[in-house]
């Protein structure tokens, strides 16, 4: 039976697809920044952990037809105990970084949110027992100096909204490491499910605490929040799906002028200089980072 074209490949299916792959992660790039924009703009009427939870039911209700057409299968795992592992730390990991784009600039909070593949290296070298490399403990160094340069924990302190992004990196670093490992006995999509079946009780429970009945237009950004990480999902797993990681990830850095234009438009928030010279230090050591891993990959495979 022919298969017809989904509506992403109908807008760029004419494109080379590593055209397409940098395409994709800019307009995910875009969706997931302007995702936090209303997450920070709901904060003002309703808690961080409730709009978590409704965030986390919409994901249940996105994937629900997956599970409804291919059946309850689906759900088996190998190892529940470790999907139940990620969840929680998937759950805590939302409630964390709803809270800081309460209390932090979206410029900032995308600069800093950068780390988090800083993290999951340092993590795959100490658990998963990858190597380690001279050029990668430098790009290390030189990311880690970026986010001090964001941050400055010397001049006035750290403020808690960047503490909580950097706790935030570091805790979606760690489940980063877990589902390289629960994929080696699960699928993908197994993995994604669990993800939000663990996330949904947990935040479930926090959002308890601080409830309050949403309003009409509240719930209406509650669902364009659900929709908007929909998006930025997809297009990222497209642009993965076209293309090599090395290929899509500096489009990553456009996070940064996407948070800095709306921060600015909406928020009237202006990133200072060294937001973006802490912002461009990280980014250029998890670039790095990705290219090097990808050419000693090419070279053990035998491939030029």
């Known amino acids: 039976m022919k298969r017809h074209p989904s509506i992403v490949e109908a807008w760029f299916g004419g494109q080379p697809s590593t055209l397409r792959g940098m395409i994709?992660?800019?307009?995910?790039?875009?969706?997931?920044?302007?995702?936090?924009?209303?997450?920070?703009n709901l904060t003002s009427d309703l808690h961080p952990f409730e709009i978590a939870f409704f965030r986390a039911l919409f994901g249940c209700v996105f994937l629900s037809p997956l599970v409804i057409r291919q059946g309850l299968g689906l759900l088996k795992s190998r190892r529940m105990g470790l999907q139940a592992l990620r969840g929680c730390l998937q759950g805590a990991a939302t409630m964390i970084f709803f809270t800081a784009l309460s209390l932090a600039p979206l410029a900032k909070v995308a600069a800093l949110n950068f780390s988090a593949p800083?993290?999951?290296?340092?993590?795959a070298i100490v658990v998963l027992g990858e190597a380690v490399r001279l050029r990668r403990i430098t790009a290390l160094a030189v990311g880690f100096?970026?986010?001090?340069?964001?941050?400055?924990?010397?001049?006035?302190?750290?403020?808690?909204?960047?503490?909580?992004?950097?706790?935030?990196?570091?805790?979606?670093?760690?489940?980063?490491?877990?589902?390289?490992?629960?994929?080696?006995?699960?699928?993908?999509?197994t993995t994604t499910i669990h993800g939000f079946l663990f996330t949904l009780p947990i935040t479930?429970?926090?959002?308890?605490?601080?409830?309050?009945?949403?309003?009409?237009?509240?719930?209406a950004w509650l669902v364009a929040i659900g929709?908007?990480?929909?998006?930025?999902?997809?297009?990222?797993?497209?642009?993965?799906?076209?293309?090599?990681?090395?290929?899509?990830?500096?489009?990553?850095?456009?996070?940064?002028?996407?948070?800095?234009?709306?921060?600015?438009?909406?928020?009237?928030?202006?990133?200072?200089?060294?937001?973006w010279v802490g912002g461009a230090?990280?980014?250029s050591?998890?670039?790095?980072?990705?290219?090097?891993?990808?050419?000693?990959?090419?070279?053990?495979?035998?491939r030029p």
Request: glycine residues 8%.
């Open 285 to 302: 050591a998890t670039t790095y980072i990705a290219f090097r891993e990808r050419s000693l990959k090419s070279l053990a495979d035998g």
């Open 118 to 123: 800083l993290f999951a290296t340092v993590l």
């Open 204 to 219: 479930a429970v926090a959002s308890l605490f601080v409830w309050q009945t949403p309003s009409w237009p509240d719930m």
């Open 24 to 40: 994709f992660m800019l307009v995910a790039g875009f969706f997931g920044t302007v995702m936090a924009a209303s997450v920070r």
């Open 227 to 275: 929709v908007f990480g929909g998006l930025t999902h997809l297009f990222f797993a497209k642009a993965l799906d076209d293309a090599e990681v090395t290929a899509v990830l500096p489009m990553g850095f456009a996070k940064l002028i996407w948070a800095s234009v709306i921060g600015y438009l909406i928020f009237a928030e202006t990133p200072d200089a060294w937001t």
């Open 145 to 189: 100096a970026g986010t001090m340069v964001i941050v400055r924990p010397g001049f006035g302190g750290l403020d808690l909204g960047s503490m909580l992004i950097l706790i935030n990196a570091a805790t979606l670093a760690t489940t980063t490491i877990l589902i390289k490992i629960l994929l080696r006995s699960d699928t993908s999509l």
């Open 281 to 283: 230090m990280i980014f």
